[in-house]
């Protein structure tokens, strides 16, 4: 019986809309966990100008004698204070993390269930990026672009054979997000707690030239938890921004090798990234 070489590709490239590997799905769902821990990532970006600005005051030891305890959970600064510009862009970080959260689930739900069922409430959010002072014109223009992907998914009805058209296309989009939100969390994020760690260093000398022993004792305690509490905050952060680069990589692999792998390939090109982004996951859970 005489073969077709060109039957046998055909029948490769159809594989994927008709069952799609679980690992699509997957690997979705993974990148979709991971980047829905941003927003305590997101919001310690205030959290950590309130609390350098509480360092900034004079420190007195947490004993019995003293009235003026250490302050264990500095007040939040009014509107008024120099952190209030950080209010609006911790939502515009959660709005925008939300938008990337929105179109791994609907991949997820597409490769899995053959439709989406994500809403449209991505649409309204792109829609508010576009003048975000944080964000370059290109990477607001990418919240748009993603958003409407994700919005003609759910009322066009998307299904499994639309699942390569719709990585294909959203890629750029992904990747320009996914980098915007790295590089602050990465460069932005770091170098304020940075400022906080400095702020804390000073703070204690400023207080280290006591010469009762139980106040010494007790500040060296509270400089510790502080100093942990700065170190974990660093690992939550270092940990998310690998997790955004850990779901843009393996979705530029899935994208660019759509039309050419057949099922176990694509399958094992996603298990490093699901493995990876899992891991990464909890160890932003784990930090306060």
Do not use: W
């Amino acid at each position: 019986m005489k073969t077709f070489p060109f039957l046998v590709s055909l029948s490769l490239l159809g594989a994927l809309s008709c069952t799609p590997p679980t690992s699509i799905a997957t690997f979705a769902e993974s990148a979709h966990g991971a980047i829905a821990q941003g927003p305590p990532v997101f919001a310690d970006i205030y959290e950590s100008c309130a609390r350098r600005q509480a360092a900034e005051a004079s420190v007195a030891p947490n004993y019995p004698h003293n009235e003026r305890g250490r302050i264990q959970n500095p007040a939040k600064p009014s509107n008024s204070s120099v952190c209030a510009a950080f209010v609006p862009e911790v939502k515009e970080l959660d709005e925008v993390s939300s938008v990337l959260s929105a179109y791994f689930e609907a991949i997820q739900e597409l490769a899995a269930f053959d439709e989406t069922s994500v809403s449209g409430e991505a649409e309204k959010t792109g829609e508010g990026i576009s003048a975000a002072a944080i964000f370059s014109t290109n990477q607001a223009d990418a919240v748009a672009k993603l958003s409407e992907l994700i919005t003609r998914a759910f009322t066009e009805h998307y299904r499994r054979n639309k699942l390569k058209e719709l990585l294909m296309s959203a890629d750029p989009h992904v990747a320009a997000i996914s980098q915007a939100l790295d590089e602050i969390v990465s460069k932005d994020y770091d170098s304020l707690l940075e400022e906080e760690e400095r702020a804390v260093n000073r703070r204690y000398q400023e207080t280290g030239a006591a010469n009762v022993a139980a106040v010494i004792l007790l500040l060296n305690r509270a400089y510790r938890e502080d100093r942990d509490a700065l170190q974990r905050r660093r690992a939550a952060a270092k940990a998310y921004s690998a997790a955004l680069r850990q779901a843009r990589d393996g979705h530029h692999k899935l994208a660019a090798g759509v039309a050419q792998m057949n099922n176990k390939e694509i399958s094992l090109a996603l298990q490093p990234y699901i493995a990876q982004l899992r891991a990464l996951a909890l160890s932003v859970q784990t930090q306060p």
